[in-house]
Structures are given as C-alpha cells and as structure tokens.
C-alpha cells in the first residue's frame, strides 16, 4: 500500500461542533503532517509529527488538536471552529523528517471541510 | 527564513511548445529543491527534485545556486500536462517544506 488515506473527503459542520479528520498510511513512514489548503493557494504547514511525537506546532490555534495514536495514524480534532477554517486539510507522510530527501512528501487526497 | 517564489500565477501554451516554469528561492544553507504538481482533482504529489537530477514525464530542472532559481523546463508540452505547479525548498532540518504560490499551466490543443 503506497498510499496516503484520508476520511472522510467532505465534512460539512457547525460551530459548536466537534469533529475529527483521520489519515492512515502503511508505507513504515515515520513522519506525518498537517496541511491547510485553501482555493488556488499552496499548501501551509500546520503540525508535524516525528516519531508519534508533536515536534512541529505552527502557531496553529487551539480549535486544532492534532493526534498520532500510533506510526500509522494521525487525527485532527476540530472544535469550535470558525467558518474561516474553512478550506481541504491535507495529511502527508514522508520517511523521516531528518533523513535526506525528507521533501519527497506523500499526500493524502485531503478532506475539504465547510464550516457553516 | 526559506522563501519560494514563483512569479507566474498563470502560464499558457500550446501543444508541442516549449514551457518553463520560473521559480527562484531564498535560503542561507543548502537547500533541497522540488517540483510537486497537482492535477485537476488528485492529490499533490512529486515531480521531481533537484538531488536526482532526473527527467520525469518529460521535465527538467536545473538548480542554479548562482542565480537561485530553480526552473522547470519541458521541450513539447502535452495537453495532459496541464495542472497546478509548485516549486517547494526544504531546509537542512527537512521537516519545512516552503511552498512557492504555484503556478496554474495550461496547454492548448
């Protein structure tokens, strides 16, 4: 399996809500992320995770709760958000965040998320 | 700071014309250097990147330390190479990957 699985594809809801995005890769990488990707724009990191462990946080705001319960998973807990947050969340995965060639990312095809 | 810039929001051209995509980044160390696309409705994934120095789908990219830029280059365009580009650096620690803006290729038949 050489690919990067993200559930659900669309996710539809409301500001008091709590909701999770899930990722699962099989492909032994030990790194994962977060990306948010808006319309016509890149993607921007927001978490990274090194070994099940949170080792990047870009400032992201606390409605975001990232979790890696285990090498192959990664969630993201959405709480309270606001329509802004708005936008496909992508999860990737690469080797290791500190081998050469830790560029070469593999990306889920995101979970594009409205928030009303 | 690491900055991708790519200055073409837009490019278009047709079938069997030459097309370069400009990217050209700021980086204090060594950088990695990559070419990630995105066609209509896959995911994002990886072109090619500088260290294999290889020719993927027909692309090209030569990193020029000198003058910081790292184009895209293709000798015939296709139709099917239409899709969203982005150039990205990633620094010593690997764990950033800087995205350019992207750039949105169109060919024409």
């Known amino acids: 399996d050489t690919e990067v699985t993200q559930t659900p594809k669309h996710l539809v809801m409301g500001m008091t809500n709590k909701k999770s995005l899930k990722c699962e890769q099989h492909?032994?990488?030990?790194?994962m992320y977060w990306y948010k990707q808006k319309a016509k724009k890149p993607p921007e990191l927001m978490f990274v995770?090194?070994?099940?462990?949170?080792?990047i946080n870009e400032s992201v705001p606390s409605r975001f709760s990232p979790e890696c319960p285990n090498s192959s998973l990664l969630n993201l807990h959405l709480h309270a958000l606001q329509p802004e947050d708005s936008a496909l969340y992508l999860c990737?995965?690469?080797?290791?965040?500190?081998?050469?060639?830790?560029?070469?990312?593999?990306f889920g095809e995101g979970s594009r998320l409205t928030v009303l | 700071a690491q900055r991708v810039t790519q200055p073409e929001k837009l490019l278009s051209v047709f079938k069997g014309a030459p097309v370069e995509l400009k990217c050209n980044y700021s980086?204090?160390?060594?950088?990695?250097l990559f070419w990630y696309v995105q066609y209509s409705r896959q995911r994002l994934q990886l072109l090619l990147r500088?260290?294999s120095r290889e020719s993927i789908k027909g692309f090209t990219a030569d990193l020029n330390k000198g003058e910081t830029s790292f184009h895209l280059k293709k000798p015939f365009a296709q139709e099917e190479d239409s899709a969203m580009y982005y150039c990205?650096?990633?620094?010593?620690?690997?764990?950033?990957?800087?995205f350019g803006e992207g750039t949105q290729l169109t060919v024409n038949p």
């Open positions: 995770y090194s070994y099940e462990k949170l080792s």
């Open positions: 980086y204090s160390g060594s950088p990695e």
């Open positions: 500088h260290i």
């Open positions: 492909m032994g990488h030990r790194a």
């Open positions: 990205a650096l990633s620094g010593i620690s690997g764990s950033r990957l800087t």
């Open positions: 990737a995965s690469s080797h290791h965040v500190r081998t050469p060639n830790t560029g070469e990312l593999f």
